[in-house]
Structures are given as C-alpha cells and as structure tokens.
C-alpha cells in the first residue's frame, strides 16, 4: 500500500469514527459542519471523501456492520464443529460488546439514530436478510436462529432502556442463548 493511499484509509477511519462520535451526540440531524469539527477538519476536507451527508451515512452504516460481521468471525471457536456455531458466535460477539457497557449505548443509539435514514435503514435490512441465510446454512432450526437474534437484539437495545445490564444478568443471558444455540432441532411442535 503506497503512503498516500494509507493517508487515504487512515483519513476515511478519522472521519468515520469522527462521524459514528458526532451522531451520537447531535441524532439524525448531524449536519456535515459538526462531522468537519468533530474530525478537526474542513467542510471541504470531509466532502472529499463523502460527497453528502446521505453519502457519510452510508459508509458509517457499513462501517458497523462491517465490524461487526469481523467480530462475529472472530469469534468463531475453531474446535467448534457442531451445527450452529456461527450462530453461539453471534451471541458471543452480541454480548462481547454489551459487556463495553458504554460503548454498547454508543452503538446501539447509533445504529438507532441511522435507522432514520434511508439508504443505511435499507443496507441494515439487506444485512439482516444475509445474516439469517448465513446462519441458515450452519444447520441449526430457523426457530432457534428467529429467537436467538431477537434475543440479541433486545440485549443490545435493552441497556437504552434499563440502564447497564448487570454481569450475572449478562452472563445469565449470554449462557441461555448459547445452549439455545447449540441445539439444532425446532423449540416448538
């Protein structure tokens, strides 16, 4: 990778990063202006890299989802070889970032807050879809894969509401939905 296209990648991260910060703290109406302020930059310098703010929006949605997906990889036991596996990875990657009381309020307002717009609220949707396929294909009952990401999406959003989830409370769910993960048959008749 030569130097300016490291510059380049280094800049979009600053300004990502500066970006998933600044939307946290203003909502949906993040203007360009507070993004340049937040990244120490110009107007000008961020519309470099994102011709508009639906443009940034996007690219930060990704950005997550994209971490996410790392995450989940990440977390995928090698020994594991049973049905279901990327599956209890999902979870452990789910409540990883829960047990980051604060920086799971960040990103949950964050994924939140870009709900509201359009293009991210569809490329979410399209993930979700990819996520359930993916799982689909690891053996495990479409009943059990419909509980376990509801589940997981009501921890993540859960601490919004609540406050910080306890440890026991966290460990507790995190164990329950990993057996319910390592099973592959239906929940129900």
Same mark, same amino acid.
Request: aromatic letters at 4%.
């Given at each position: 990778?030569?130097?300016? !296209?490291?510059?380049?990648?280094? +800049?979009?991260?600053?300004?990502?990063?500066?970006? *998933?910060?600044? !939307?946290?703290?203003?909502?949906?109406? !993040?203007?360009?202006?507070?993004?340049?302020? #937040?990244a120490g930059v110009s107007k000008g310098g961020l519309m470099h890299h994102y011709r508009s703010k639906d443009e940034l929006m996007a690219a930060l949605a990704d950005d997550l989802f994209d971490q996410f997906a790392?995450?989940? #990889?990440?977390?995928?036991?090698?020994?594991?070889? *049973?049905?279901?596996?990327?599956?209890?990875? @999902?979870?452990?990657? +789910?409540?990883?970032? $829960? &047990?980051?009381?604060?920086?799971?309020? &960040?990103? +949950?307002?964050?994924?939140?807050?870009? %709900? *509201?717009?359009? &293009?991210?609220?569809?490329?979410?949707?399209?993930? @979700?879809?990819?996520?359930?396929?993916?799982?689909? #294909?690891? /053996?495990?009952?479409?009943?059990?894969? $419909?509980? !376990?990401?509801?589940?997981?999406?009501? *921890? %993540?959003?859960?601490?919004?509401?609540?406050?910080? $989830?306890?440890?026991? #409370?966290?460990? /507790? +769910?995190?164990?329950? $939905?990993?057996?319910?993960?390592?099973?592959?048959?239906?929940?129900?008749?």
């Open positions: 990778m030569t130097g300016q !296209v490291r510059d380049a990648v280094r +800049t979009r991260r600053a300004l990502l990063d500066a970006a *998933a910060r600044a !939307v946290v703290v203003h909502g949906a109406g !993040v203007s360009l202006d507070a993004v340049a302020r #937040e790392r995450a989940v #990889e990440d977390r995928i036991d090698p020994a594991d070889t *049973a049905p279901g596996r990327r599956l209890r990875a @999902y979870v452990r990657a +789910t409540f990883d970032d $829960l &047990e980051k009381t604060q920086d799971a309020v &960040e990103q +949950t307002t964050l994924m939140a807050t870009l %709900s *509201a717009f359009p &293009e991210p609220a569809r490329r979410a949707q399209e993930r @979700y879809r990819r996520w359930n396929r993916t799982l689909a #294909e690891d /053996g495990v009952d479409p009943q059990r894969i $419909l509980v !376990v990401l509801r589940a997981c999406d009501g *921890a %993540s959003i859960a601490p919004l509401f609540e406050g910080p $989830l306890g440890p026991e #409370e966290l460990a /507790g +769910t995190r164990s329950l $939905l990993l057996a319910l993960a390592t099973g592959t048959g239906p929940l129900v008749g």
